[in-house]
């Protein structure tokens, strides 16, 4: 997929397809494994990653639907799960985080890396890629570290090609979300999160859902096809590899009270 800013601009005039159903509910006793993106999907994206509002009843509505699942529900995020940890409190829900660099089970208090970490001069670069553009925030997590132009959107094409030298140097991938820019170690994104959970014994035999509202999710929505399952995507309509939408984060709290008879 060609990576360019025309994703960052809902004005740009980019071809997109015919709108997509919504999912339908999902029923009791249904084999289903939920996966979860988080900033956009869960919660509403803020300026600044700091400034997101968690709802006061996500976190038990999350630990209520993992039960409802038998467990077979997870968050998939590019946030690290600390990060996660500091907005949800200790909720008994598996994750995984740096965009699947770090894995976590149901219940398990340490995290399986799934990445190598990533090198120090690659921040140090990106650190100083961002000072020169306007003193941009700079995002360091242990497998990624993201660049977030939201204050400064005309540095697009100058900031992504020089990440796409830095990641050609450092043999990493760069992903290109909303009004961020990410350069990720190899091994580190949602779709072998997704399948590494799949390859447990609680998700074994089941159809994956994954929602998600940003281009960063896509990994997923292809990583969940080959189990017979979808993706649900979240917000505007755009090119994707998701097979529902739901129109926002409330449509998704609303889609998810359904399961545990409340929503966030």
């Given at each position: 997929?060609?990576?360019d800013c ?7 005039e980019i071809?997109?397809?015919?709108d997509l159903?919504?999912?339908s509910?999902?029923?009791t006793?249904?084999?289903?494994a939920?996966?979860?993106?988080f900033?956009?999907t869960?919660?509403?994206i ?25 467990g077979?529900?997870?968050i ?6 600390s ?5 949800l409190?200790p ?11 770090e894995?976590?089970e149901?219940?398990a ?11 120090a001069a690659?921040l140090?670069n990106?650190?100083a890629?961002?000072?020169a ?10 497998f990624s570290a993201?660049?977030h ?15 796409q ?6 043999g990493?991938?760069l992903k ?5 820019i ?16 799949m ?5 074994k035999?089941?159809?994956p ?6 281009v ?9 096809a ?21 129109e ?8 998810l ?8």
């Amino acid at each position: 997929m060609t990576i360019d800013c025309r994703e960052a601009f809902p004005e740009s005039e980019i071809p997109i397809p015919s709108d997509l159903p919504r999912p339908s509910p999902i029923a009791t006793g249904e084999m289903i494994a939920l996966f979860l993106d988080f900033d956009g999907t869960l919660v509403e994206i803020a300026d600044h990653p700091e400034s997101i509002h968690v709802a006061d009843g996500l976190p038990a509505m999350l630990e209520a639907l993992s039960t409802s699942l038998d467990g077979r529900m997870a968050i998939v995020s590019g946030r690290a799960l600390s990060d996660l940890d500091r907005f949800l409190g200790p909720v008994a829900v598996a994750m995984a985080g740096s965009h699947g660099g770090e894995f976590r089970e149901a219940g398990a208090r340490d995290a399986i890396p799934l990445a190598k970490p990533l090198p120090a001069a690659v921040l140090e670069n990106l650190q100083a890629l961002a000072k020169a553009h306007g003193d941009l925030l700079v995002e360091a997590k242990p497998f990624s570290a993201a660049i977030h132009y939201r204050t400064n959107p005309s540095a697009c094409e100058a900031l992504l090609e020089a990440t796409q030298a830095m990641a050609a140097a450092n043999g990493l991938k760069l992903k290109h979300g909303k009004m961020v820019i990410e350069l990720v170690m190899p091994g580190s994104d949602k779709g072998t999160a997704v399948r590494r959970f799949m390859d447990l014994p609680g998700f074994k035999n089941t159809r994956p859902v994954f929602a998600g509202d940003d281009v960063t999710d896509e990994d997923a929505f292809k990583a969940v096809a080959p189990y017979g399952g979808g993706g649900i995507l979240v917000g505007p309509m755009r090119e994707t590899a998701a097979v529902w939408r739901l129109e926002s984060v409330a449509a998704v709290h609303a889609w998810l009270g359904a399961v545990t008879g409340d929503a966030a």
